[in-house]
């Protein structure tokens, strides 16, 4: 391994894992794919992140991206050929990615744990009720049961809208090749393709279904297995490359603070997954925060967030 080298943390059922491994695809990478547990504990990632758990996770040497937003802008910005926004539609692919990664996404998840909420094993909705702090009535089978009939119509309206979209013809949602819009709507899709079939409203839009084949065609680039020992061990022998940007390295958070380098802040996912990493301020970017962290399994790492869907503040 070396420090550039891509390594995923994902599980292969993740869907914004799905998300980030089509992203290799389209940019034709070569990436190593590290399995991590699909619950809680997660003890050969947390020393990489501070205590970040959610799925994917992206490190380069000692450099580690969280959430799916900012992995694919540090993607774009070190491949930026072929690229996610194709031009004049930058503005337009992230506000469907918001969505989809959000509303389509919620109600893709809810639907598969309604119907097929018993064959999962307990420890799966102990875990996500924690992880979602009460969201989807707390995991609990029944409950998420009763609300099949309002998430079935959900799905079949976010369904409709994807199909009317369609109708312009090109190849993807925003021309004739695909961009971040495709990768971000497809993946709840595709979760929900692979745990429920075409039977919940996928069957009735055949234009839909041609548009997901196109995109998984684009493959998951070139990829090599790696253990996460020999993950932590890169961390351990590398040195975070990440430098600060003078230019935006006073950020406001809670309306009346300013961050310089070095001040100690946590940043907290907004939505679920309420794990918060401390560290001290490198730098921030429009939609980037960068922590430096010292962990006693890896030693230095810079841990990179991006700032929408996630709250900053001082210690």
């Not at 971040?180 to 839909?208: I, K, M, Q, T």
């Amino acid at each position: 391994m070396t420090a550039t080298d891509l390594v995923l943390h994902h599980y292969p059922r993740s869907p914004f894992a799905e998300k980030v491994r089509v992203a290799f695809g389209l940019k034709g990478l070569h990436w190593q794919s590290v399995i991590q547990p699909r619950i809680a504990p997660k003890p050969q990632l947390v020393p990489l992140t501070g205590g970040y758990r959610r799925i994917p996770v992206l490190q380069v040497g000692a450099d580690i991206y969280c959430d799916t937003r900012r992995i694919l802008a540090e993607l774009e910005r070190r491949f930026p050929e072929p690229t996610l926004y194709l031009a004049g539609t930058r503005g337009q692919a992230d506000i469907i990615a918001a969505w989809a990664d959000r509303a389509l996404f919620a109600t893709a998840l809810g639907l598969v744990f309604g119907i097929n909420g018993d064959r999962f094993p307990p420890e799966l909705h102990a875990d996500r009720a924690s992880f979602t702090s009460g969201k989807f009535d707390g995991w609990d089978s029944v409950k998420m049961r009763a609300q099949l009939p309002v998430l079935r119509d959900q799905f079949r309206i976010h369904l409709a809208w994807l199909n009317d979209w369609l109708t312009h013809g090109d190849a993807f949602l925003l021309g004739n090749a695909p961009s971040l819009a495709d990768l971000a709507v497809h993946h709840p899709l595709w979760y929900a393709r692979g745990n429920l079939g075409e039977s919940e409203g996928l069957a009735e839009h055949p234009r839909v279904l041609a548009w997901m084949d196109r995109v998984a065609a684009l493959g998951h680039g070139t990829v090599e297995e790696l253990s996460p020992e020999q993950a932590l061990e890169t961390a351990r022998f590398c040195q975070p490359v990440a430098t600060p940007h003078p230019a935006h390295n006073d950020i406001v958070a809670d309306q009346d603070q300013l961050f310089t380098e070095g001040t100690m802040v946590s940043v907290t996912p907004t939505d679920w997954g309420f794990d918060p990493v401390i560290g001290a301020f490198v730098s921030a970017g429009h939609d980037s925060i960068a922590l430096r962290r010292n962990d006693p399994d890896v030693g230095a790492t810079v841990v990179h967030f991006p700032r929408t869907g996630f709250a900053i503040a001082r210690l």
